[in-house]
């Protein structure tokens, strides 16, 4: 017979079971989630998309001993993607001795783990714990939203994690009221949330900011001037150092900017209608909720909620005006040149937003139709509706293949890391080994590799241009006057890429200082 200690309260244990029932009911999903799904499939099939080896190769750069402000793959460039998360990683590589492969594939465990736990938390001080429960077990219901949360490891998702943190802290320092102290604490936050990702961080500043400006000029709240300030301008300030200097630039290339993802246009990722039933189900419940909850948008945390939700729509608004611009024709064409953002990151956003409406009318048509006796039945409703969601969850999140290859490096990145000098430029003839392997395990710098991954203030046309001039037709002349222009040092050629003759070319002309089954390196210096 098991002697209960003295020492134990009983009662008292229950009752605090009782009090958090619903964040320990989410601890335990997200223990059954990860060690039944997650942890397995990270270790069997690492889920690195192909935006994370152009974080790895900022991190590698910082490594390198290169300025965080240095653009990892054109020499003598300013960086187009905000710095912060590349400098968290490399820190923690140098401190830890991981790779970077690692880091990023296990930032699932130690970065986007809390997104759940601080999002609970955010929907808890919005409306209540119930409603928060509702809301995030509902997280696997946005296919889209959810596949990037729970295997996405860049900083668009990393994000995530900081943002909801922010608005929680904001929230509990709003209740007590803003001294120079808080406002300086949420305005760090923000900046470092802009210096993560910026249109993430963007749609954080304006949200609080809208919220702020509402709450002064229609609720008649009141804030000191200096804390006031200090929230306002002080994420900004932070930011300067990487914004500034990218809007004073031309951009030249538009591509990252003007990026729109095919699957916003597919309705079983954007509006959630993986079938008619549950997506008819989900928009009764998500629109009753906004019904309901705008009756008591005088209340400020609902306020706030609604001004990300405003923010979020208006990002999407503006994506999709711009998109509709570029495949039509005609007079409506003219909206090609409205500017938009990433308008998935908007969309991302906007699906997480949406999960405390759902709740909230899901709650209350439940209460409508099931007397107070029954309520024990609405985990079972829940159950049977998130079912569906979660089994074509489970389907989607474990067929991720890792397409590029192992993550242990070739053994001429050896070679390169230990000849050439961390800034070299290198000329590579085959689009894998330029992405895949040269930028992310040695950032070392190239010519030409992905338009959508590269610098927008660099002439992406002529460089895909020079770079093809250089493989395949160049005379020796004219290939040394390109060489200079880009202050080329290396080429790796893998003869299977260009023409017979062109593989003689280099061989004739260069000397060959790495040589490999498939490929050979060649010293481009003249």
Known sequence: MIKIPESINIDHLISLIKKYKYFLLIVLLVIIFYGTIGIPEMLKNPPLSADVYRDITYAQNVLNGN????????????????????????????????????LYNYSLLYINLFIPFLFFFFVSFIIDKKHAFYATVCIPVMPWLSSHIFQGTMP?????????????????????????????????????????????????????????????????????????????????????????????????NIIPFSFFSSALMNPNWTV????????????????????????????????????????????????????????TTGFFSFLRHIPSLITHEFQWFFQLFLLPFSACGFLILLKKCIAEKYKWMYGIIIALFLIPAYIEFVNENTSWKHEYGTYDPAPYIAWVKENTDKNSVFLVSNVYQNYFEIQPYTARKIIFHKAEYMNFNVDVTEREKDKSDMLLKASLFSFNILAKKYDLEYAIIQPNDIPASRVTFFKKNFKAVYTDNDFFIIDAKQ
């Open 156 to 252: 668009s998702i990393h994000a995530f994690t900081f943002i909801l943190l922010t608005l929680v802290i904001f929230i509990t320092f709003e209740k007590k009221g803003f001294d120079i102290k808080r406002a300086s604490i949420i305005g760090g936050l923000m900046g470092m949330c802009l210096l993560m990702h910026s249109i993430s961080g963007l749609i954080l500043y304006a949200g609080i900011g809208i919220y702020v400006l509402l709450g002064i000029f229609v609720l008649k709240q009141k804030y000191k001037v200096i804390p006031f300030l200090i929230l306002a301008l002080l994420p900004l300030i932070l930011w300067s150092p990487y914004v500034i200097p990218n809007l004073l630039r031309p951009k030249l």
């Open 272 to 327: 959630y209608l993986p079938n008619e039933f549950q997506g008819v189900l989900f928009w009764i419940f998500t629109l009753t909720g906004l019904v309901l909850l705008i009756k008591k948008i005088n209340q400020k945390e609902i306020l706030l909620l609604f001004c990300l939700l405003a923010v979020t729509i208006t990002g999407q608004i503006f994506g999709y005006l711009q998109h509709w611009g570029t495949v």
């Open 67 to 102: 300025s965080i402000f240095a653009d990892p793959t054109i020499k003598g460039e300013f960086i187009w993607y905000p710095p912060l998360n590349a400098l968290i990683m490399a820190g923690i590589a140098k401190i830890t001795g991981l790779s970077l492969f690692t």
